[in-house]
């Protein structure tokens, strides 16, 4: 069983950086596909970005691309979210995930860490 813990948010300024990472525990995290969620105040939850289980391909929101990286540390069981250039709308609670493949990432996740709160200001 994968458990994830999410550290890194806080309030920034409009243009600022913020790297959140994410430590997973359990047996099976270098065979999981990794990724990030947000769910913004009013509205759904929303796929972020994703890695797959070998950390070579990458996928991103479209709102994200050019502007968030993902890559993951076996070593440390750790996965990390790099958010460059950052804007009001990114403001969220952002969600590590995590799940056999991308398919599953991308879609329907299953697993889920608790959440941490990314405030950007304008």
């Known amino acids: 069983q994968v458990q994830l813990v999410e550290s890194g948010g806080g309030v920034v300024q409009a243009g600022d950086s913020l790297r959140l990472s994410c430590a997973a525990t359990g047996p099976t995290f270098s065979s999981y596909a990794m990724g990030w969620f947000r769910q913004a105040p009013g509205k759904e939850r929303e796929f972020v970005a994703a890695?797959?289980?070998?950390?070579?391909?990458?996928y991103y929101a479209d709102s994200v691309k050019g502007r968030f990286t993902i890559s993951r540390l076996y070593a440390e069981n750790t996965v990390y979210l790099q958010m460059n250039s950052l804007k009001p709308e990114d403001t969220a609670v952002y969600y590590c995930?995590?799940?056999?493949?991308?398919?599953?990432?991308?879609?329907?996740?299953?697993?889920w860490g608790q959440g941490t709160q990314v405030t950007v200001s304008s």
């Open positions: 890695i797959d289980w070998k950390g070579a391909s990458t």
């Open positions: 995930v995590g799940g056999p493949n991308t398919i599953v990432v991308v879609s329907t996740p299953s697993h």
